[in-house]
T-cell receptor
Framework: RKEVEQDPGPFNVPEGATVAFNCTYS??????FFWYRQDCRKEPKLLMS???SGNEDGRFTAQLNRASQYISLLIRDSKLSDSATYLC???????????FGKGTTLSVSS | DTEVTQTPKHLVMGMTNKKSLKCEQH?????MYWYKQKAKKPPELMFV???????INESVPSRFSPECPNSSLLNLHLHALQPEDSALYLC?????????????FGPGTRLTVL
């Protein structure tokens, strides 16, 4: 299994849709996981941290499944402004640093 | 205030030039990072400094030379770069020293090597 692997994009959804991204990881000892959002030609910005089973912030929900070693990001009621690349970030196999997934591109249209 | 600043925003340099990228954070974070990001790729870790000491070097070529003058500043010295080194260079910082902690990114320096 790769250290981190994300759903291939792009995801093209209409406004108001619910969309979910998955991300698998290989380090079974990992305790901390992150979702970052990156807009075109901008820096990554933290969207959510996941330390236990999951986390929720408004329209965004992140869930962790340790048994299957994946995390997911659910976006409800999509807005045009949600259009971006979503990066799954997990500890590397050695547990010494974070490694970024290739990203999933979301495009929300009106 | 979760702010990491980077200068310059853009840099164009020839293969024989020497230049430096600068990064600053005033959040009291103890770890600082350099990443390289090519177009349509994720950020790739280059270096990690913990308490001003280099703790991780991801086999980066010696034409990239990091420096951490103090806990708030991080530099990346560039010399004899190649055109394939053109990329967005991102600096980040985090509170924890473990490297497995929320990282806050600066806006990046977009480097073009001619």
């Amino acid at each position: 299994r790769k250290e981190v692997e994300q759903d291939p994009g792009p995801f093209n959804v209409p406004e108001g849709a619910t969309v979910a991204f998955n991300c698998t990881y290989s380090n079974s000892a990992s305790q901390s996981f992150f979702w970052y959002r990156q807009d075109c030609r901008k820096e990554p910005k933290l969207l959510m941290s996941v330390y236990s089973s999951g986390n929720e912030d408004g329209r965004f929900t992140a869930q962790l499944n340790r048994a299957s070693q994946y995390i997911s990001l659910l976006i409800r009621d999509s807005k045009l402004s949600d259009s971006a690349t979503y990066l799954c970030v997990v500890p590397n196999q050695a547990g010494t640093a974070l490694i970024f997934g290739k990203g999933t591109t979301l495009s929300v249209s009106s | 205030d979760t702010e990491v600043t980077q200068t310059p925003k853009h840099l164009v340099m020839g293969m024989t030039n020497k230049k430096s990228l600068k990064c600053e954070q005033h959040m009291g974070h103890r770890a600082m990072y350099w990443y390289k990001q090519k177009a349509k790729k994720p950020p790739e870790l280059m270096f990690v400094y913990s308490y001003e000491k280099l703790s991780i070097n991801e086999s980066v070529p010696s034409r990239f030379s990091p420096e951490c003058p103090n806990s708030s500043l991080l530099n990346l010295h560039l010399h004899a770069l190649q055109p394939e080194d053109s990329a967005l260079y991102l600096c980040a910082s985090s509170q924890a020293l473990s490297g497995i902690d929320t990282q806050y990114f600066g806006p990046g320096t977009r480097l073009t090597v001619l």
